[in-house]
């Protein structure tokens, strides 16, 4: 079921059945939806609230998106404050990573704790890719691209062919602003500052955003936890999402919660 809050619509589970953990709220890639994490991580039990919007232009939230991670931001800012949020972990895959990076750096009190899947301190898009978002006339193309770049070789034909028909539904100037966001992104010479604790997560085939730039988060990130997980690409979460569920709650349990998490 969703709700909205702030323009944004959003799901929001919740489980009181044990102590509660700090809420959890989950911002997708680019040119994706909350759809794109799976029910094992948007239903969390066991004393879990998780939140996933949908960004301004996408799923069911109205708008056209924005050119910049800033903007996308500030409308999770609004968001959150409009639902009177205490201090919440926050996920970000891919384009979600950068927005969740943005917000640790100029949010920080807003924050519990800090996931980024599949993202780096910089995204720089292919100019290909760049141009073939911003023609309608390719658009399809586009989609065809990033779809073939984002699951590892094994997948699943069913999740990538679905994959493809979700992206498709995304008006094409809100992927090239995406897109654009993304490229424009570079966040590489701050992430000493980054003072909240930090799960970074990454399939090891994943070809937009290699382990590479995991690495290079967790090295530079204080305190960062870095785990590779096998047999997935960029869209890990939607891979292998039980072996993801479970690294999300082993690490909210480390935030020093009392309730353990097998």
């Known amino acids: 079921m969703c709700a909205l809050a702030a323009g944004l619509a959003y799901s929001d589970h919740q489980d009181f059945s044990q102590e509660a953990f700090p809420p959890l709220v989950l ?6 939806t909350r759809l794109h994490w799976p029910p094992q991580i948007r239903r969390m039990r066991a004393g879990f609230r998780v939140l996933a919007p949908d960004l ?7 708008g056209v998106g924005e050119e910049t991670i800033a903007g996308y931001a500030h409308r ?6 409009a639902l009177a949020l205490p201090p919440f972990v926050l996920a970000g895959h891919s384009m979600g990573g950068a927005i969740a990076l943005h917000t640790a750096l100029e ?9 980024l899947i599949g993202t780096g301190a910089r995204l720089r898009v292919h100019p290909e890719l760049l141009e073939a978002s911003r023609d309608p006339g390719q658009f399809e193309a586009a989609i065809q691209q990033l779809v073939d770049w984002s699951y590892a070789e094994d997948a699943p034909a069913e999740l ?47 070809r937009l955003t290699p382990a590479k730039y995991s690495h290079f988060l967790a090295e530079h990130i204080p305190g960062a936890e870095l785990r590779l997980i096998p047999r997935a ?30």
């Open 27 to 32: 911002v997708h890639g680019a040119g994706g």
């Open 56 to 62: 301004p232009g996408h799923g069911e939230s109205s």
């Open 76 to 81: 999770l800012w609004d968001w959150a404050a």
């Open 107 to 115: 949010r920080p009190g807003g924050l519990a704790g800090l996931i």
């Open 160 to 206: 990538v062919r679905l994959a493809r028909e979700r992206m498709a539904e995304i008006e094409p100037g809100v992927l090239h602003r995406d897109l654009l966001a993304c490229d424009r992104f570079n966040l590489i010479e701050r992430l000493s500052e980054i003072q909240v604790p930090t799960l970074v997560l990454c399939g090891e085939e994943d």
């Open 233 to 262: 690409g960029h869209m890990v979460a939607l891979e292998q999402s039980e072996v993801v569920a479970k690294a999300i709650r082993r690490f909210m349990a480390h935030l020093g919660q009392t309730s353990p998490v097998s």
